[in-house]
């Protein structure tokens, strides 16, 4: 699919380069390996636990891929599975490209290069079995963290699963955020281990309601970092 933004343009006002930041994920006992280790579970649980048919998985903001590409690549149902990807950072979106084709999956996973904030862009995969919002919910305004918690509603399917993280710095957004799902329509399904670093929280909510139509005129969020 075409990039809706520009891929050549890096130096976008307010875009920070995210390609060094991915370097922690090889640190072992770094914050983000363990938050990584979270998600990865969560992922695991909800393809585990997939009703038999096709499996739709949206990643925003989707980095590298670090995240789904390994558990999926491992994973019996993968066949079942159509998972789209969208980074906005070309060499970035380029690694986890790279990822998908070294593990067999490049018809299974679709990155597409362009801004995950923009319905147009995903909203053939809407709603998704599971939506992946992790390391969005750190870089955004709160206004846009309720957008997005609320539109998460129309991207995910009735019993499908979102995962969202954001750091514990300010602890009391967490139940905001969590607040905010709660009046889209998700349940609580589980949370990340309290004993973890502040810089990780990770939660899985489940949809419970059928999910309306996405509206396609505005944009989810922009990141402020
Ligand atoms: C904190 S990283 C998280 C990456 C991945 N989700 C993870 O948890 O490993 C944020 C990523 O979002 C990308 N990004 C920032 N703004 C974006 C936008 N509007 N659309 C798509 N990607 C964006 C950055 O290039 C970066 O790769």
Redesign the pocket.
């Given at each position: 699919m075409d990039a809706i933004v520009d891929p050549g343009d890096e130096t976008r006002p307010g875009?920070r380069d995210?390609k060094a930041?991915f370097a922690e994920y090889d640190n072992p006992g770094s914050s983000l390996a363990q938050r990584l280790a979270v998600v990865q579970r969560g992922i695991q649980r909800a393809l585990d636990e997939a009703p038999a048919g096709s499996i739709k998985i949206l990643s925003l903001?989707?980095?590298?891929g670090?995240?789904l590409i390994p558990v999926l690549a491992e994973h019996p149902r993968r066949a079942d599975v159509r998972a789209r990807l969208?980074?906005?950072?070309p060499a970035?979106a380029r690694v986890a490209r790279d990822a998908a084709a070294a593990t067999g999956l490049d018809g299974v996973v679709d990155v597409v290069t362009g801004?995950?904030?923009d319905p147009a862009l995903f909203g053939d995969y809407a709603p998704a079995d599971l939506l992946l919002l992790?390391?969005i919910f750190g870089?955004i305004t709160e206004a846009d963290i309720q957008n997005t918690a609320t539109r998460a509603a129309n991207l995910t399917a009735r019993g499908g699963t979102a995962i969202w993280t954001r750091h514990r710095f300010d602890p009391a957004v967490i139940p905001r955020i969590h607040g905010w799902f709660t009046a889209a329509g998700f349940s609580d399904l589980w949370e990340s281990d309290s004993e973890l670093p502040t810089a990780v929280y990770v939660a899985g909510n489940r949809h419970e309601r059928n999910p309306a139509p996405l509206p396609d005129d505005t944009k989810l969020f922009t990141?402020v970092k």
């Open positions: 875009l995210w930041w903001c989707a980095g590298q670090r995240d969208i980074e906005f950072d970035i801004d995950a904030a992790c390391g870089n990141f």
